[in-house]
Every structure is written in structure tokens, then in C-alpha cells.
């Protein structure tokens, strides 16, 4: 007897994180569902260490729908102002991806999805956002700190060697040169131009409208709907009932979300930085960007 109570405490021991999972991701069982993933924050490379953002965990994430048979559609559920052009590149193949695959994808914006998180939604089947939500920013930027004439004040001086005119282009301690300013605005309009015909393919509109309207101006979700950047008006719900239509799911869809899973170090975060509670997702890479360490390079913001 006591031999048989020790058998069901090591099944049930072994059973409750496979419980706890299901509890988390909403997954009752078999059947057809719809995958929810949730796309939040910077969009960026955090180096491994995951994030809502991250390339890596999204396509990740993407992958796991594309190849479950059991899911049939997927929502994207987009919160973020931007980030990462390479980043937004991947996740819009990954999408793609699965399109091709004949899962459709409907992206969902919550209270902003703009620059790379619009170049993320272009590559889904519809895109929902709330009359409110601020999205579109179709544009590129490239920001550096000029500091030299703060360091001339302090006495302190910078010496430079380099193997080319270019290599320093972006320095922080002096200003660009006019040869140095017409290099990098080539760079930045060459990432407009993919960012343009990326939203004019996956829209299906054309390229001189979307180049028209790719001036870096905002809009509400009302106005992007106006102008064919959105198809439809409505929340999370509307787009899980949406995604559940198109993949010929009768009645509301079973969801599963996929979600990655804290580490130990995070939950620790979680314990010793309740300050932060609310203000910043506490896995490496958000805490690392709040540290004031951002990727280096262009942004799509």
C-alpha cells in the first residue's frame, strides 16, 4: 500500500507542470484551434535571452503553429512602438511562412503597433486594431549623441584611427561630415524602400500609395482602417473570431497561447525588483534595454 501511495505522488509530481502548461496556454485537449502569440515591447535581438519581442522566441513560436496540425490559425497580438528592422524582417517572413502553409494569420493591435509592429502586421492575412490604436509610423530613423564639445570641456580628448573615411561615420564625438550625412540617408532610404514594398505586398497595395503615406506620420486605427492600412475594426476577440472564420472553425475557436515560459533568473528579477512591477517585462533583454543599452543601428519607429 505505502509502495503504491509513493507511484501516484511520483505521477502526480510528474503530471503538474504538463497541468500547469495547459492551464497557461488555455489548451483543454484535442481539436482544432486557433495559436494566439503575443509580440510586446522593443522588436529586437536580445541575444538569446528571449523577450515578447525577440525574433528568435516569436519565429520560434511561429514555427511551433506552422507545424502543429491541430492549429488551424494564428492571431498575432501586436503591442509595440517599433524597433529592430532586421527583427521585423523575420518575423514578417515567418508569417509568410505559415500563410503559405494555409493557416491563415490575422494580426491584432492593442494600444500601439507602429513601424516595425505595422511591418510585422503587413505580412498577415487581416489585421484588426481598435478605432484607437496608434499605428502606421511607416519610417526609419538614425539617432547618435554628439558629446565632443561636452568632452572639450572637461579636457578630455578623443583619438580616432580608422581604415576608411566610413568608419567612424556615426561617431559620438563630433558631428557627421555632408559626405558622411548623404552616406547614412542612403542607408536609411534603402530600409524605407523594403519597409515600403514589404506593406505594399503583404497589403496588396500599391507601391507609389504606400510610399505616399510612408512619411513617418502616425494614425489612429479609425484613420489607418480609412486609408487600407487596417481591414477591420475591433478587438482581441474579433480577431480570434475572425482567424477562427478563416480557417473554417465553426463557433468561437478553441486558443492555445504560446507563451515562453520565466526563467529561473527572471522569476528572481521578478522578486527583488517589485519597483519595476508593471513597468518593463523582466527577462534579460528588456532589462538590459531599460539599463539604457539599446541595439546599435536604425530603427523603425
Given at each position: 500500500m505505502r509502495r503504491l501511495v509513493i507511484v501516484l505522488l511520483f505521477i502526480a509530481v510528474l503530471s503538474l507542470p504538463v497541468l500547469l502548461f495547459l492551464r497557461e496556454s488555455g489548451d483543454g485537449g484535442g481539436g482544432e484551434r486557433v495559436a494566439l502569440i503575443d509580440i510586446s515591447g522593443v522588436i529586437a535581438d536580445t541575444g538569446g535571452y528571449g523577450g515578447s519581442g525577440d525574433p528568435r522566441t516569436i519565429v520560434g513560436f511561429l514555427r511551433q503553429a506552422e507545424t502543429d496540425p491541430r492549429v488551424k490559425a494564428?492571431?498575432?497580438?501586436?503591442?509595440?512602438?517599433?524597433?529592430?528592422?532586421?527583427?521585423?524582417?523575420?518575423?514578417?517572413?515567418?508569417?509568410?511562412?505559415?500563410?503559405?502553409?494555409?493557416?491563415?494569420?490575422?494580426?491584432?493591435?492593442?494600444?500601439v503597433a507602429a513601424s516595425a509592429a505595422y511591418y510585422i502586421a503587413a505580412a498577415a492575412d487581416r489585421i484588426v486594431a481598435n478605432p484607437s490604436t496608434t499605428t502606421g509610423s511607416i519610417g526609419v530613423i538614425s539617432q547618435n549623441f554628439v558629446i565632443g564639445r561636452l568632452l572639450d570641456e572637461l579636457g578630455i580628448t578623443v583619438e580616432t584611427v580608422v581604415s576608411g573615411p566610413f568608419k567612424d561615420a556615426t561617431s559620438q564625438f563630433r558631428p557627421m561630415t555632408e559626405e558622411e550625412r548623404a552616406y547614412m540617408q542612403a542607408l536609411v532610404n534603402d530600409v524605407l524602400e523594403q519597409f515600403v514594398h514589404a506593406v505594399a505586398e503583404g497589403r496588396g497595395l500599391d507601391v507609389e500609395y504606400v510610399r505616399s503615406l510612408a512619411d513617418g506620420r502616425i494614425f489612429t486605427g479609425r484613420q489607418a482602417h480609412s486609408l487600407r492600412l487596417v481591414d477591420e475594426l475591433g478587438g482581441l476577440e474579433d480577431a480570434i473570431m475572425l482567424a477562427g472564420r478563416l480557417a473554417g472553425i465553426p463557433g468561437r475557436p478553441r486558443v492555445i497561447t504560446l507563451r515562453r515560459q520565466p526563467t529561473l533568473s527572471e522569476r528572481l528579477l521578478q522578486l527583488y525588483l517589485p519597483a519595476l512591477d508593471g513597468l518593463i517585462d523582466p527577462s534579460h533583454g528588456d532589462v538590459i534595454r531599460w539599463l539604457g543599452v539599446p541595439p546599435w543601428g536604425y530603427r523603425l519607429r
Open positions: 494564428v492571431v498575432v497580438r501586436i503591442n509595440s512602438g517599433g524597433g529592430s528592422p532586421a527583427a521585423a524582417e523575420e518575423i514578417y517572413d515567418a508569417i509568410r511562412r505559415i500563410r503559405s502553409r494555409g493557416k491563415p494569420v490575422v494580426a491584432s493591435m492593442g494600444d
